[in-house]
């Protein structure tokens, strides 16, 4: 692997240990099974040495770095029926399922 190559493998792996950090913020089993996965994922390929097989496989820790960034909330219940969430930009919002949300700051 050339110093390039590795610098770009260690940069997205540092990428997607700070996006696991922000998106699961507070859930230390979300937190400790993310680490888990992307450690997995890293070792099991650290042997590749054909640069085409590579780049496929920095494409794919690239997507998954963006999906923990933008598609991926997380949830906790504040009741019956009610839930709050972070957004990727850790914003609070709540919502009620089926039902307008009348008693929370929403706004909903």
Same mark, same amino acid.
Do not use: W
């Given at each position: 692997?050339?110093?390039?190559?590795?610098? $770009? !493998?260690?940069?997205?792996?540092? +990428?997607? @240990? =700070? #996006? +696991?950090? $922000?998106?699961?913020?507070?859930? /230390?089993?979300?937190?400790?099974? #993310? +680490?888990?996965? *992307?450690?997995?994922?890293? /070792? $099991? @390929?650290?042997? *590749?040495?054909?640069?085409?097989?590579?780049? /496929?496989?920095?494409? !794919? #820790?690239?997507?998954?770095?963006?999906?923990? =960034?933008?598609?991926?909330?997380?949830?906790?219940?504040? =009741? +019956?029926? !009610?839930?709050?969430?972070?957004? &990727? @930009?850790?914003? &609070?919002? %709540?919502?009620?399922?089926?039902?307008? %949300?009348?008693?929370?700051? %929403?706004?909903?």
């Amino acid at each position: 692997m050339s110093g390039g190559t590795r610098l $770009k !493998v260690l940069s997205l792996f540092k +990428k997607l @240990h =700070r #996006a +696991k950090d $922000k998106v699961f913020v507070g859930d /230390s089993v979300a937190l400790d099974g #993310a +680490k888990m996965k *992307i450690r997995e994922e890293f /070792s $099991k @390929h650290k042997a *590749i040495t054909d640069p085409q097989e590579i780049n /496929s496989l920095l494409k !794919v #820790a690239q997507e998954s770095e963006e999906l923990l =960034r933008t598609k991926v909330v997380q949830l906790s219940q504040v =009741r +019956k029926d !009610v839930y709050q969430f972070r957004t &990727e @930009h850790l914003q &609070e919002k %709540c919502f009620k399922l089926n039902m307008k %949300c009348d008693d929370c700051t %929403c706004g909903r």
